[in-house]
C-alpha cells in the first residue's frame, strides 16, 4: 500500500509535530506582528494580542482541531475588520485543514456545515463592521472577505480530498489484504485436495484389493499393503513440506518442488493400481539449431516406460529407477532433457504435475482397470498436457464431491493464462487437456 501521509508525518512522533507546529505558530505571531503593528486603529495592547491570538494556538491544531478553528477565525475577523491585512485568514486556514483531515468529526458535523458558518461568519461580521452613513462603502472591504473565503476553501477543499484519498488507500490495503487472504486459502485447498486424494484414492483401492484377496492370494495382498505404505509415505512427505511452507515464510524450500520430472513417479503409481499407463514426455523446439545435433536431425524426442513389470518391481521396493537402470535409449534422453525441465519456471512445472495427478486420480477412482494415455508436451513457449482414457467417460457418484478437482484444475490453468478443457469422448472415455503458457527461465 502507497502511504498518503507526507513524507514528514510518516517518519515524525505525533510529539515532534506538535513542536513543529508550535514553530509555524512562533513565525507566524512575529509575521501578523509586522502587519498588526502599523493598524491605527488598534491599540497597543491588541497589536501584541491578536498576533499572539492568532499564532500560538497553531501549535494545538492537532490536540484540539475544531476548538482551535473557531477561535483562530473569530481573531481572524476581528483583526480584518480593524484594518489588518486579509493575510490573517492563513491561520484559521492553517487549522482548517486539520480539521478536513480528521475523522472525528462524525456525521453530527457535516463537512458542508463548516464552510457554511465560516462563510457567514466572514461576510456578517464584515457587513456588521460596516458604517450604517456609509453603506455602499463596504463594498470596498470585499477584498479581505474574499481572500479569507479563498483561503479557507482552499484549506478545507484540499484536507477533504487528501481525507478522501487516505479512506480510498485503507479501504483498498483491506480489499487486497482480504483478497490475498481468499487466494493463499484457494491455494492451500488446492494444494490439499491434490496431495490427499490422490494419495488416498490409490490407497482406497488397494486397500480393496488387499481386503479381497488376503485368503485366497496372500502374494497380491502384501503386494497391495506395500503399496499402500509408499503412498502413504509420499503423502505424509508432501503434507510436512506444505505445512513447513505455512508456518514459516523466511526459511527456503529444502524439498523440491515436484514438476514435469515427477509425472514419471504419478504414472508408476496409476500402474500400481492397475492403470494400463502409456506415458509420452517430449519436447519440441522449434528452434532445431539449439538442441542437440542428433535430436535436431531426428525430430522429437520420447520418453516410453513400457516395461510395466520392472517399473512395478521398483516401486514395491519403494526404489525409483537411476538412470543407469533406465534402458539406453532412455537414459541419453534422460540427460539430453534434463535441462529443459530446470528453464521451465516452477509454478508452470507443478501445475503441469497437479494436472496429471488430478486427471490420474480420477482414472482410478472412477475408470476402474483401464487403459490411458499421460501426454506431456513442452513447446518453445507452452507446456501442453492431455490425458486420456478408456474408462465409462463422465460420471457422478454418490458422495464424491461436487468435481472440486476439476475446478481445481481450470484455476490452475487460469492464473497462467492458458485453456483448459474436460469433457467425455464419443462413446466411452474421458479426456483433459490444457495448455499451460510460459516464458523460459535462463
Known amino acids: 500500500m502507497n502511504d498518503t501521509h507526507p513524507f514528514y508525518a510518516r517518519r515524525m512522533s505525533r510529539r515532534q509535530l506538535v513542536m513543529l507546529d508550535a514553530v509555524v505558530g512562533a513565525c507566524a505571531a512575529f509575521i501578523f506582528f509586522t502587519v498588526t503593528v502599523h493598524a491605527e486603529a488598534l491599540s497597543p495592547w491588541m497589536r501584541l494580542a491578536l498576533p499572539a491570538g492568532l499564532g500560538l494556538p497553531l501549535a494545538l491544531r492537532r490536540l484540539w482541531p475544531l476548538p482551535v478553528f473557531c477561535f483562530t477565525l473569530v481573531i481572524a475577523v476581528y483583526a480584518a475588520l480593524s484594518g489588518v491585512s486579509g493575510l490573517v485568514y492563513l491561520a484559521p486556514a492553517y487549522v482548517l485543514y486539520i480539521v478536513a483531515l480528521s475523522d472525528r468529526l462524525g456525521p453530527a458535523v457535516p463537512t458542508s456545515a463548516i464552510a457554511v458558518v465560516s462563510l457567514m461568519t466572514i461576510v456578517g461580521m464584515t457587513v456588521a463592521g460596516t458604517p450604517r452613513d456609509r453603506a455602499p462603502d463596504w463594498l470596498l472591504h470585499l477584498d479581505q472577505p474574499l481572500l479569507g473565503i479563498a483561503a479557507l476553501g482552499g484549506a478545507w477543499t484540499i484536507g477533504r480530498a487528501v481525507q478522501e484519498r487516505r479512506s480510498f488507500a485503507a479501504r483498498d490495503a483491506e480489499r487486497m489484504a482480504a483478497q490475498a487472504v481468499a487466494e493463499e486459502r484457494l491455494r492451500i485447498a488446492r494444494e490439499l485436495h491434490d496431495v490427499v486424494t490422490h494419495s488416498v484414492g490409490l490407497i482406497a483401492v488397494k486397500a480393496g484389493v488387499a481386503n479381497h484377496v488376503m485368503a485366497t492370494k496372500p502374494e497380491e495382498a502384501h503386494d497391495a499393503l506395500r503399496v499402500i505404505e509408499t503412498a502413504s509415505r509420499s503423502a505424509l512427505v508432501e503434507m510436512r513440506h506444505l505445512l513447513g511452507v505455512l508456518r514459516s515464510t ?34 519440441e523446439r522449434e528452434r532445431a539449431e539449439a538442441a542437440p545435433p542428433d535430436r535436431a536431425a531426428g525430430g522429437d524426442t520420447r520418453i516410453f516406460w513400457e516395461d510395466a513389470a520392472r517399473e512395478r518391481a521398483e516401486a514395491l521396493r519403494g526404489g525409483v529407477p537411476s538412470r543407469e537402470e533406465v534402458p539406453r535409449g532412455d537414459a541419453a534422453v534422460w540427460q539430453r532433457e534434463e535441462g529443459v525441465w530446470e528453464r521451465l519456471p516452477g509454478g ?36 501442453r498436457i492431455e490425458v486420456v482414457d478408456e474408462g465409462p467417460g463422465w460420471r457422478t457418484l454418490p458422495g464424491e464431491g461436487a468435481g472440486h478437482g476439476l475446478i481445481g484444475m481450470r484455476e490452475r490453468v487460469m492464473m497462467y493464462g492458458g485453456t483448459f478443457e474436460a469433457g467425455s469422448l464419443p462413446g466411452r472415455g474421458f479426456r483433459v487437456f490444457a495448455t499451460l503458457p510460459y516464458e523460459e527461465v535462463s
Do not use: F, M
Open 348 to 383: 508452470v512445472g507443478l501445475a503441469a504435475y497437479r494436472i496429471v495427478q488430478e486427471a490420474l486420480t480420477n482414472v482410478v477412482k472412477h475408470a476402474a482397470p483401464t487403459r490411458c494415455r499421460v501426454s506431456a508436451v513442452v513447446k518453445s513457449e507452452e507446456v
Open 250 to 283: 523466511s526459511v527456503p524450500d529444502r524439498v523440491p518442488t515436484p514438476g514435469l520430472a515427477g509425472i514419471q513417479g504419478l504414472v508408476r503409481q496409476a500402474r500400481l493400481a492397475g492403470v494400463e499407463v502409456e506415458l509420452d514426455l517430449r519436447v
